[in-house]
């Protein structure tokens, strides 16, 4: 697939500043990957919401859904935005926590990355913790671009690394399904 260059995911990026701990930025300054960005705590929400804003995010990537029950964020973040003057894109795209999309969610899924990514703006992908879904969408958004599933799946794990919660000793992607759709993610 044309569109994103290769050299931009193998970019240095793993030491640049973060709109917090737990993202890590799949193309240095246009793409993050990371956990769910809203908070239970208005006030932390805000503070979250703020960050992103910083750092020019101006699209979110959300791999949640419903059964995730999670405090919603995407009104707050527009009237934030709002604030600014920004504006601001969220589109969902529910995966089952610790599972896989089909093939053609995962198409709508990319082929959305790709487009927030072309606007110059910053991106950003999420699902509740950053790693399974994350990393499973991050891995073939890498394999559409033209690494192997092999080098695809070294480098989120790789970048992954730079998140606090990575230390709790998991891989991501998760789960040995969601390494084989990428491993079988069609190039």
Known sequence: MAGIDKRLFE????????????????????????????????????????????????????????????????????????????AITHRRFAIADFGVPSIAAMRATLDAIDASVATGAGTYLHCRGGIGRTGTVAGC??????????????LVDRKWRVMANSRAGAHSPETQAQRDFIAHWPR
């Not at 709109?19 to 890590?24: D, F, G, L, R």
């Not at 958004?141 to 070294?154: I, K, N, P, Q, W």
């Open 11 to 86: 970019a240095p990026g793993d030491v640049l500043p973060r709109p917090h701990a737990n993202c890590y930025w799949l193309i240095a300054v246009r793409l993050l990957a990371g956990e769910y960005p809203g908070a239970d705590d208005p006030g932390l929400c805000r503070v979250r919401m703020e960050a992103l804003l910083d750092f020019g995010v101006r699209h979110l990537v959300d791999l949640t859904g419903d059964g995730d029950s999670l405090a919603p964020y995407a009104a707050l973040l527009q009237d934030r935005a709002a604030a600014r003057g920004a």
């Open 141 to 154: 958004l890498l394999v559409d671009h033209g690494f192997s599933a092999d080098e695809a799946l070294a």
